[in-house]
């Protein structure tokens, strides 16, 4: 069984920065992707980050430059470093993994909330 963790979440002021993790453990290949997805409230969940063992990284568009995904491979963790935030970026994230060989499943973590506000 796949287990996904996050921790980090919390109020901040815009402009404030936060770091989120999430650790996996379990049966889980070391060839993987570990990403981050929001979901706003009355919006549909939506691609942060992602980040493949290989070392690619995906982005999207409205958090380029603020936000950075790292991982540490040897203990099965992902990070996202969130900086500049903005009220809309405020949601719950959850960590999203996928790994090797059954590329089709996507397993979840329970979401930790995030709250950007003066």
């Known amino acids: 069984q796949v287990q996904l963790v996050e921790s980090g979440g919390g109020l901040v002021q815009p402009g404030g920065s936060l770091r989120l993790s999430c650790a996996a453990s379990?049966?889980?290949?070391?060839?993987?992707?570990l990403g981050w997805y929001r979901q706003a409230p009355g919006k549909e969940r939506e691609l942060v980050a992602h980040?493949?063992?290989?070392?690619?990284?995906n982005y999207a568009d409205s958090v380029k430059g603020r936000f950075t995904i790292s991982r540490d491979n040897a203990k099965n963790t992902v990070y996202l470093q969130m900086n500049s935030l903005k009220p809309e970026d405020t949601a719950v994230y959850y960590c999203?993994?996928?790994?090797?060989?059954?590329?089709?499943?996507?397993?979840w973590g329970k979401g930790t909330p995030v709250t950007v506000s003066s």
């Open positions: 379990g049966r889980i290949s070391s060839i993987n992707i």
């Open positions: 999203n993994g996928r790994f090797a060989p059954i590329w089709s499943m996507d397993y």
């Open positions: 980040s493949t063992s290989g070392g690619a990284t």
